[in-house]
Each structure stands twice: as C-alpha cells, then as structure tokens.
C-alpha cells in the first residue's frame, strides 16, 4: 500500500525567505507524485507534478520539487516567499493501476509573515 | 467556466436529515471522485467513478451513496446525518485513460450537521 508522509505539519517563514516543504512517500511500485496547494476556503489547485523524466520539476508560482528515488522523496521549494503563498500544501501519490487514486499528506501549513 | 462545480458550498442540517451535494464537470475527463477533509484537513478519498462504473469504494458507511448519471457528474447522497459527518466534502476528476495529468477540485461543500 502506498502512502505518503509530511514531515512538518506547520512551517512560520518571513516573507522574501526560502522554504522548503518535505515529503516522503512509500510504495513498492512506480509511482506519479503531486503537490496541491489550498488558499483558506477554497479547494485544491494543482503546483506541480512528477510523471517521469528530469527530477527537477517546475511548477506554479516560482515552486519547484525535486524526485529522489533512493530516499523516496518529493519534497517542495521556494526560493523567496511572498505573504499570497500563506496556505496549506499537500503532497500526493498515486500509480495508474490505483485507478488515479490519488493518497494525500497530512497536509503542511506554511505561514508567511511580514 | 468553472472546470469541476460542486452545489451547494454551504449546506447546514439538522442530525438525522438526508441530504445531496451535486457535482459536475466539463473538462471531458473520465474519472470522478469524491474526498472528504476532515477538521484536521486530512483528505481521504471516498468513491471513484470511472466512465459511470464505480471503481474506489474506501470504507464509508452505507449511509452514503454515491451516484453517477454520466461520466460528467457525480453525486453524493448523505442519509442520517451525524455529527461526526460534519466535514468539506471535494468533489474532483481526472482522465484515468491517457496521460496522468493529475486531479481538478471542485471548491468543496462545507457540511455542518447540528
């Protein structure tokens, strides 16, 4: 069974600073690997996504993420914050013959302060 | 055009009462799925249509049923609510045939049992 680990439940950073979100998943096959981004009371919007290829993936908003097979890893970075990326982040993973299942984090709330 | 709608975003009730929260989307894709996200923000998947057939059906109490017309909507019929079914409920689809392109959310419908 797959799942997935989130290391920081909740990340303070000062605004212009770098984050970086970490996690960690667990499969014994080949997995496709996600990070949401949910605004407060709103839904999910995708950041980006790891299908296969490079391991440095780039997504919205200036975040990129980096795919390490050997400590399976996917973890999500910033280079400088801004106060708009306060929100709650979310890795995912899902492999095609799970029917997209897709099996989230517990979730990383990232505060941006000024 | 909103890619996947949910209706209602709010629905208040009373314990007991059965209730429906409607979904559609217009993206053309094949898969639909329903996500519940508890007050900790934990997403767990529900139910997974694929092309009107149920393919994903997690450990969820008979009192929800889910239903899909046509592969553009999916439904979410609640009998005898409880408290504990107090939760933003996601509505979310995907092309599970093809290229993974990841889920699109709906914007969640936030159900409060009193």
């Known amino acids: 069974a797959q799942s997935v680990t989130q290391l920081d439940s909740q990340v303070p950073v000062f605004e212009e600073a770098p984050v970086e979100l970490r996690c960690n998943y667990s499969?014994?096959?080949?997995?496709?690997l996600f990070w949401y981004v949910q605004y407060p009371n709103q839904g999910l919007q995708l950041l980006l996504k790891?299908?296969?290829?490079?391991?440095l993936v780039k997504g919205i908003n200036g975040f990129e993420a980096e795919f390490n097979k050997s400590q399976t890893s996917f973890h999500l970075r910033k280079p400088s914050v801004h106060i708009s990326d306060t929100a709650e982040y979310f890795c995912?993973?899902?492999?095609?013959?799970?029917?997209?299942?897709?099996?989230f984090g517990g979730g990383t709330r990232v505060l941006v302060k000024p | 055009d909103t890619a996947v709608s949910q209706t209602p975003k709010y629905l208040v009730t009373q314990m007991g009462n059965d209730k429906s929260i409607k979904c559609e989307q217009n993206?053309?894709?094949?898969?639909m799925y329903w996500y519940k996200q508890d007050s900790k923000k934990f997403l767990k998947i529900m139910f997974s249509?694929?092309?009107?057939?149920?393919?994903i059906n997690e450990t969820v109490p008979n009192r929800f049923s889910p239903k899909s017309p046509d592969k553009a909507h999916l439904n979410l019929h609640i009998n005898s609510l409880e408290l504990g079914d107090s939760a933003v409920y996601f509505c979310?689809?995907?092309?599970?045939?093809?290229?993974?392109?990841?889920?699109?959310f709906g914007s969640g419908t936030r159900l409060t049992v009193v």
């Open positions: 979310a689809s995907s092309q599970v045939n093809g290229t993974v392109y990841g889920y699109t």
């Open positions: 499969s014994s096959v080949s997995v496709y």
């Open positions: 790891y299908l296969s290829g490079s391991t």
């Open positions: 995912a993973v899902t492999f095609k013959a799970a029917g997209n299942k897709l099996t």
């Open positions: 993206l053309g894709h094949d898969t």
């Open positions: 249509y694929n092309n009107k057939e149920l393919i």
